[in-house]
């Protein structure tokens, strides 16, 4: 029985250094917490959206649609990139400019020949320029997008007026 004191200091002894070690082991998730357990990463199959676009979507239009607003001017000239109608009293309109001066021109056409005012006027972070234009009939949200070519983008989200 001699042997008995030291398979007992020996136990206690593996006992004090794997019980640290234990400790300082990482939990997956408290049980009945409700916490998450950590998990590989799944990837979903396929892509994040299931289905995709027809080609028409990717399409653009100059003919201006028959219910666009003749309260918003297009100026004389101006070269139309895209325009269409979105339904129920929205449309979108792209013109394209040659400089930046040619794009200031037809902005403040646009301003002035179609009574709007403008408000929250900023600079974006391309250099171009972003504003609400209102009117009584119709409010418009407009940016300016420079290219890397000198030409510009004009973009005009327009909305009609609720009466």
């Known amino acids: ?6 398979i007992t ?10 019980l640290p070690l234990t400790a300082c082991a990482e939990e997956p998730g408290a049980v009945g917490t409700g916490d998450p357990v950590p998990t590989e990463k799944q990837e979903p199959e396929g892509g ?16 201006i649609p028959e ?10 000239g101006a070269t139309i990139d895209d325009v269409g109608s979105r339904g129920f009293g929205t449309w979108y309109l792209v013109l394209r ?16 020949n179609s009574g709007f005012t403008v408000t929250d006027d900023a600079e974006t972070v391309e250099g ?9 009939a119709l409010s418009a949200s ?3 997008i420079p290219g890397e070519d000198g030409s510009v983008l004009m973009s005009y989200d327009i909305t009609a007026a609720v009466s």
């Open 67 to 76: 219910d666009f607003p003749a309260e918003f001017v297009i100026p004389e």
């Open 128 to 136: 171009g320029r972003m504003a609400t234009l209102e009117s009584g």
């Open 97 to 112: 400019a040659e400089d930046q001066e040619a794009s200031d021109a037809i902005w403040e056409s646009i301003v002035t």
């Open 1 to 6: 029985m001699a042997q008995s004191p030291r």
């Open 142 to 144: 407009a940016m300016t």
């Open 48 to 63: 994040s959206w299931p289905a995709e676009n027809p080609d028409e979507v990717f399409e653009k239009s100059q003919e």
């Open 9 to 18: 200091a020996g136990v206690l002894a593996l006992g004090l250094l794997v």
